[in-house]
Every structure is written in C-alpha cells, then in structure tokens.
C-alpha cells in the first residue's frame, strides 16, 4: 500500500493552476523529496493531501484515507511542518510538545517520556522549560520537527524544513531528520528547493513546476533519465581549439569558462576520442573527469525544459 | 470534550502562566483587582452588596475583562503563524472553537468572581461593624448566571471578530467599537425626556425583579447560542487557511 497516491489531482485559484493533474504514488517508509521552485506548488500539494484545502478535480488517498472524505482520519495519522514552525513562543518547549501529545490524547507519563525521548538527541532537553521566543530558528525547527513526531505518525509532512536557516543550521537540521527518519521509520513528504538536502535524504524525489509533476524516481534514475554523461577537462586550450571540438559529432553540448570545458557527449564511453583530439592539437591538459549531471543540473533542465513549454 | 479542554489549557496557559515573562499581565491583573475589588466597593459602601444597581456593574465587568483577550483567538494564531500548525492536527473545527470560547468564557467568569470575592471581604472590613454583609441570593443567583453568559456573549462576539479580522489591532478596535455600541442606549438615556424616564422608571419598579432577571437570562441564553451557532458556520478550515 502507498502512504500517498494522488489521481489527476488538481486545484485552481483562479485562473492559476496551483496543482495541475498531478498523478504521484509515494511507497512507505521512505523519505520522499517534493522538488521545486517558489510557488511552483508545493505548498498547495501538502495542504491538499492533508485535507486542509479542497481539490477541485482527481483524488488522493493519504494512508489509504480519501482526502475529501476522510480528512479526519488523515490529519490524526499524519505529522506536518509546514511554511511557518507554528510554535507558540510565549510557553516552553515542553509545553508545546505536550499541548500536541494531549492534542493526540497521549497520557501524562507517555508525553514526558516522549519529550525526552525526542528532545534528547536534538540537544534541547536540558532546555526544555525555558519559552522559546527566544531562541534561535534552528532551535524552533528542531523542535518544530520534534513536535510533528509527537504522536508516532505513519506520516509527516515537512514543507521547506531548512529555509532560512544558515547553512550550519540547515546542515544539522537535515543531520536530525535522517536520525530520526531512520529511528522512527516513518514516511516523509519533504519539501524543498535544496537539491543538496534532496539528494542527500531522499530516497526518491518528484519534481514539479507550474502544479505540473515533471519527473519521479530516485535521485540516481533523474540523473541518468534526464542527462547526458558529461566530461569535465581542465587546462589551457586556444580558441582553435574550442571552435574544432564543436564541430566533433559526439560532443552534444559544450561550455568553455576560465580553462574548464565542460562537454555533453553523445556516449561516455568514447570520451578517450576528445581526449585524443585535444592532445593532437597540443592542449595542455590538467585533469579529465567523467561523471553524471548532479541534481541540480536534472532540476534546471526539467525546470527550463516546462517553462519554454510554458511559455 | 477532551478536546474543547485541550484546546483550553493551551489558550489559559499562554493567557496567565507564561503569557509574559515580565510579570506586566500579572501586574495588570492585581491593578483590575485593586480597582474592582477594593476601590469601588470602598466609594459604594454598604450598597455594594444591597443595591440591585450592582448587577449592571457584574453583567458589565466579564464582557469588558473577556473583550480584553478574546480578540487574539484566531487573528492572534494567525498573526503568529500558527493557525495552520492547529488546523492540520486531529482536532475538529468544533472543539477548537469551542476550547477557545471556553477559554474566554472562564478568564472572564473567574475574574470577575474573584473581584466579586475581593469586593466582599472589602465591603465587611470596611463597613461590616460587626455584622456580616454578603449579596441577597436572588442577587448572587443572577450574578452568577449573568456572569457566565455576558462572559459567553463577550467570547463568541469576540471569536466571530476575531475570526473575520487580519490581525490582533484589528480585532481589538472592532472590539472596542462594539463596547461603545453597547454603551450608547446609556449615553442617550440623558436626552430621554423627563417624563418619558419617570414612566419608565415607574414602570421598572413595578416589575418583578426575579421575572426579569429570568427574561434577561433567557434573552441572552438565546443571543449566546446564535452567536455560537454563527461562528460554528463562520469557521471552514480551507477559508481560514486561504485568510
């Protein structure tokens, strides 16, 4: 069974197609990252899934549960951060825990339990009665991530977890999330426009722009689905050279910046062949490198790829 | 009902236990204390307890006390960024809305007997002489049921305008536009012709207090529950979402 499946899934604002047909099928117990540029339709998805917005055509099922029939029984088997941490920063950090395990009807001694336990490892617990007004962003995301794992969720929803933190932050908020994806082995629905933190916890990703879903699988089938095998060289080559190796039938693609040629071929395993022309020509070479697009490079083409169509 | 008193707890916890690290809420507080409890009851005398008048004063103190903090229910969540935290959990839109209207209702109705208790031990130690001066039952009767319904009536207005409003300012002066509303049928009774006031004033003694205590009781009962009723239609998850 999927923790999500979603039917030509859409809703309108307007005449905006904030989710635009999206059929998707997200496996259990595995972190799935959303992919995708500001306003692309993110957000609506997760709202959408959890029942807190109505779709206009389509159908999703969370957990097995219809979202328009059943968003009820979605929201009690789900977690979710969303665009802001929600926390409430006039009480303390066990206070807003515990107002959410009473909220899901955990009894005193399983909530305290559960506050160290989740606390703990995120080094907030010697700090737990203290209001969090004024802490810092990382610290209310960690918590904020916390209070989404309160109630033992099949599934959680975490909507740009990361954003605005400073990278040292957002590294050890994404260190936190794959402890605890893997010691609570629940599903997550990961938002985020940082392809690092999707390749670095997902296990497969979607990505989607405009509402529409533009490609899923894993981060290592994106990257060979949707790029050439690429050949990185470095030295010094005239400009002669430059102009010949366009004219090669198996250079599919090149750029030339600051003694960097960064070539797409038509097939990798003949790189030997530009290698072989670039000394005849007497180029002085450094280094060659042959490696797949990371994804980055998948997410601009898809990207670049919908809005020419787009536009 | 587990979760209407969820909800609650939650609302009266940041209200009065953490709501300001400062101590300016508590302190605000002991001055409404000072001032309802002692003060008044001190310029009254012994008609603090005896005047019927006094009902106007406790039908009036819960819907200025709840007035005071109701306003932050929704707009405050939402002004916070944290409706939407609160709208994607298990909770039905019943029991937020409800847990909040219970959490306004009781800060109003524990407020205003704790100044009613104040008021009393004031009352005696300053004009007792002996003897020990408390409200007549059908007064402390009428009290109490106007107390939790003008609480009640201050709490769903409260809610509906807080519901509707952009932020906690906003909510708050359509708050204190709504008190002065109130307020106007007493401003105009000096334009009431003289005459006019004497028959009414005669037709108000002839009445049975304990009759119209029960018609006011009634009347508002039926104001709290459309009121209710309204803000339960008011509140749509997607809406208050999209707000």
């Known amino acids: ?311 | 009902m587990a979760d209407i008193f969820t909800v609650a707890w939650k609302e009266l916890r940041e209200m009065l236990i953490q709501g300001d690290p400062r101590g300016r809420s508590k302190l605000s507080l002991l001055i409404v204390v000072a001032v309802f409890g002692v003060l008044i009851p001190l310029q009254n005398g012994r008609a603090w307890v005896d005047s019927p008048l006094s009902i106007i004063v406790w039908g009036w103190m819960p819907f200025l006390w709840v007035s005071g903090i109701v306003a932050d229910s929704f707009a405050g969540e939402r002004e916070r960024h944290t409706l939407e935290a609160l709208l994607a959990t298990r909770l039905s839109d019943r029991a937020i809305l409800f847990g909040k209207l219970l959490a306004a209702l009781f800060y109003g109705f524990v407020l205003t007997w704790a100044i009613l208790l104040v008021s009393l031990v004031t009352v005696n130690v300053a004009f007792g002489q002996g003897e020990l001066l408390i409200f007549p039952l059908p007064l402390s009767l009428a009290a109490l049921s106007f107390s939790i319904l003008i609480s009640g009536l201050a709490a769903s207005i409260g809610v509906l305008v807080s519901l509707r409003a952009g932020s906690v300012r906003q909510a708050q002066q359509m708050m204190s536009i709504g008190m002065f509303v109130l307020f106007i049928p007493f401003m105009l009774i000096q334009f009431i012709p003289a005459n006019l006031l004497q028959s009414l004033g005669e037709t108000l003694k002839r009445t049975d207090p304990a009759l119209a205590a029960i018609w006011v009781t009634g009347g508002l009962l039926i104001l709290d529950v459309v009121l209710i009723a309204i803000g339960m239609r008011l509140f749509q998850r997607s809406k208050l979402i999209l707000d």
């Open chain 1, 1 to 311: 069974m999927y923790a999500i499946k979603t039917t030509q899934f859409s809703r309108n604002f307007g005449n905006l197609k904030a989710v635009d047909r999206l059929s998707l099928e997200v496996p259990r117990g595995i972190v799935f990252g959303f992919l995708g540029p500001n306003g692309s339709g993110k957000t609506t998805t997760i709202r959408l899934l959890l029942g807190l917005l109505d779709a206009d055509e389509g159908q999703a099922e969370v957990l097995g549960f219809d979202t328009r029939q059943q968003p009820d029984e979605v929201r009690t088997r789900c977690g979710a951060l969303l665009e802001h941490h929600g926390l409430y920063e006039r009480l303390s950090a066990a206070d807003n825990l515990d107002y959410y395990g009473r909220i899901w009807h955990m009894s005193k001694p399983e909530r305290e339990n559960r506050i160290r336990e989740l606390l703990s490892p995120l080094e907030l617990y010697d700090r737990r009665n203290e209001p969090i007004g004024r802490w810092s962003r990382g610290m209310k995301q960690k918590l904020a991530v916390a209070r989404t794992l309160m109630h033992h969720p099949e599934l959680i929803f975490l909507d740009e977890p990361t954003s605005g933190l400073d990278p040292v932050a957002s590294a050890t908020l994404r260190d936190d999330l794959e402890t605890l994806a893997e010691q609570e082995g629940v599903t997550i629905f990961l938002t985020t426009h940082n392809l690092a933190e999707a390749e670095k916890l997902c296990t497969q990703v979607g990505v989607i722009n405009h509402g529409k879903l533009l490609a899923v699988g894993s981060p290592e089938e994106l990257r060979s689905r949707t790029s050439a095998p690429r050949l990185y060289v470095t030295g010094k080559f005239a400009p002669q050279t430059i102009d010949q190796l366009k004219t090669n039938p198996l250079v599919a693609k090149m750029e030339h910046h600051s003694g960097r040629l960064v070539l797409d071929l038509t097939d990798l395993t003949r790189s030997y062949e530009i290698v072989a022309q670039l000394v005849g020509v007497g180029a002085q070479i450094d280094e060659v490198r042959k490696e797949k697009a990371d994804l980055e490079d998948v997410f601009l083409n898809l990207v670049e790829d919908e809005n020419r169509g787009v536009a």
